[in-house]
């Protein structure tokens, strides 16, 4: 079955940098949309950034300016870089992958970022 499997995540001081990764552990067809996804303790999962097939991106304003999604189509990979780190953005990030055709959706295992003060 495939899976998949995000990895970067971890502890970093305000104005720090990470970088996520997502990765399918098998071949995917039919990908669209990826995207990344974060969930705060007692808050709604929001969306964080997106890119489209054709590169075209859109993110949440409270992270424009500051993170950049890529992805790799060969590879089925999507990364998330963050900047300019603040504990706001502190949370459980999760990579999906949407399909098209009305195919199911794939979502990472979720890797925890924390953004001391």
């Known amino acids: 079955q495939v899976q998949l499997v995000q990895s970067g995540g971890g502890l970093v001081q305000a104005g720090g940098s990470l970088r996520l990764s997502c990765a399918a552990s098998?071949?995917?067809?039919?990908?669209?949309?990826m995207g990344w996804y974060r969930q705060a303790p007692g808050k709604q999962r929001e969306l964080v950034a997106t890119?489209?097939?054709?590169?075209?991106?859109n993110y949440a304003s409270s992270v424009k300016g500051r993170f950049t999604i890529s992805r790799d189509n060969a590879k089925n990979t999507v990364y998330l870089q963050m900047n300019s780190l603040k504990p706001e953005d502190t949370a459980v990030y999760y990579c999906?992958?949407?399909?098209?055709?009305?195919?199911?959706?794939?979502w990472g295992q979720g890797t925890q970022v924390t953004v001391s003060s």
């Open positions: 098998g071949s995917i067809v039919n990908i669209n949309v």
């Open positions: 999906k992958f949407g399909r098209r055709y009305g195919l199911g959706d794939y």
């Open positions: 890119i489209t097939s054709g590169g075209s991106t």
